[in-house]
């Protein structure tokens, strides 16, 4: 049996919520695998719009089992909100078809306002994130002093991990102007939430791997984007965890052969939100156009998204470092009607020709984006279901793409409606 992975391979926001939903349907298990309520995904089905940030988009279908893994961060009094919520549309979460991993590290208050209190520091230290404490606490799981799903369920253990927490943090906090933290209303709310979320901790490696023994198809939903990961991304400006297709197996408890296709969620354009370089970057009549066409506004943040044209080069590097095998392209209706489209193919710095993106930073802000010029198209793309629904010119950009990011399309999404789908390869074919 196949088990597929989606990532995204640009900055996030690629549109995976419609693509993930439409492989959830097929799937048995749906995993999160990193990440944490930063993300946000939209389903819409039959009509009704379900909004998830910490949940896996399986919880909305019926039958499937939902895995929060350990590679995500997991705030508890966000979840059981969530939960409330998306119960209220008349859907049943139960342990049953929710597992959350005993060892996933949770996201304290002290988190997010020290998430948010950085961000309103200065502007050497802003990353433009969604202030939601991500990053406070994948630093607190890394240095071995955060709070796990499987310490709720002990008092004396609750007790020494929030005592070594604090140590960290209110020392930070005195350097901050914050206050310290108050130790027994935090130790209260955590006895407070513990029983919500403890009837949903599960050891899940135990269960994934046995999920795999028995043939069930795992789909892995990536959150965020490939060039926010930590390591391979526009470092500072990314997210704390690894967005990429190689955490999937280690954020639920997997061997990396546990993974058999790989789907890298790619827009016809680019666009990011918060702080860091961005080559293609438009900052006129085009990019607004896009921003407009594309409804580009955050989920999470209801920021404007920065908007610029498709960037070759980035996500032919994405497509490596995930180990893409095909992409789903999406978005392509939001080029309708623009006379030229330009597509990055390589970067020149400082007179060099370079076929990918540096690290360094400096290096980064003097790539000069080399583009290629290609014929738009006037018809609309929106909802075509087939390649015969397609302009020539839209089908010659696709296959542009293709040959530059060295990856095939699997799927075209042609509108927000699950069926507006061009499938050319089914990641969970055998
Ligand atoms: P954090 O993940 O909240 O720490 O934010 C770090 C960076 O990742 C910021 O630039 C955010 O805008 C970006 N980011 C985080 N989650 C998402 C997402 O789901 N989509 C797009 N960008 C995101």
């Avoid at 950085?118 to 230290?125: D, F, I, L, M």
């Avoid at 490696?205 to 892995?220: C, D, H, P, Q, T």
């Avoid at 950009?397 to 293709?402: F, G, I, M």
Wanted: proline share 5%.
């Amino acid at each position: 049996m196949a088990n597929v992975v989606v990532v995204g391979a640009q900055w996030g926001d690629e549109g995976k919520g419609k693509i993930v939903d439409w492989l959830s349907e097929r799937a048995d298990v749906i995993a999160r695998f990193q990440g944490g309520h930063n993300a946000g995904h939209t389903l819409v089905i039959d009509g009704k719009v379900y909004k998830l940030n910490a949940l896996p988009s399986g919880v909305v279908r019926g039958g499937k089992l939902s895995v929060i893994g350990n590679g995500v961060v997991l705030d508890p009094w966000h979840l059981v909100k969530e939960i409330a919520s998306i119960r209220e549309q008349g859907v049943e979460i139960s342990p049953d078809v929710l597992m959350i991993a005993e060892n996933t590290p949770l996201i304290l208050p002290f988190h997010g306002e020290l998430d948010r209190a950085r961000e309103g520091q200065n502007s050497v230290a802003k990353i433009g994130t969604t202030g939601r404490g991500i990053g406070p606490a994948y630093e607190d799981k890394v240095g071995r002093r955060v709070i796990r799903v499987a310490d709720l369920a002990d008092e004396a253990t609750l007790e020494l991990r929030v005592d070594r927490a604090l140590v960290h943090h209110n020392a930070l906090r005195n350097g901050l102007g914050l206050g310290p933290i108050d130790r027994d209303a935090l130790l209260a709310d955590l006895r407070a939430i513990a029983p919500e979320i403890l009837p949903y901790a599960a050891p899940v490696w135990k269960v994934m791997n046995e999920a795999r023994k028995s043939g069930k198809r795992i789909l892995f939903e990536g959150a965020q984007g490939s060039l926010l990961d930590i390591d391979f991304g526009t470092y500072p400006f990314v997210t704390s965890s690894n967005v990429i297709a190689g955490q999937a197996a280690t954020g639920v408890g997997l061997g990396p052969n546990a993974i058999d296709f790989v789907l890298g969620i790619v827009k016809a354009y680019t666009t990011r939100v918060g702080e860091g370089p961005f080559p293609t970057e438009l900052f006129d009549g085009d990019g607004q156009r896009l921003g407009e066409r594309g409804r580009e506004f955050g989920t999470v943040t209801g920021r404007k998204r920065r908007c610029g044209w498709f960037d070759a080069v980035l996500v032919r590097q994405t497509c490596a470092i995930s180990g893409i095998n095909g992409i789903a392209l999406t978005k392509l209706d939001v080029l309708d009607g623009f006379d030229t489209i330009r597509i990055c193919t390589g970067y020149d710095l400082d007179g060099t020709m370079l076929d990918y993106l540096p690290t360094a930073a400096d290096q980064q802000a003097r790539c000069k984006p080399v583009y290629e010029e290609i014929e738009g198209w006037k018809e609309s793309t929106e909802g075509a279901r087939s390649w015969a629904d397609l302009p020539g010119a839209a089908i010659k950009y696709v296959r542009r793409v293709e040959e530059l990011i060295g990856c095939p399309v699997a799927m075209l999404s042609t509108s927000p409606e699950r069926d507006d789908t061009i499938l050319v390869t089914d990641p969970f074919a055998d």
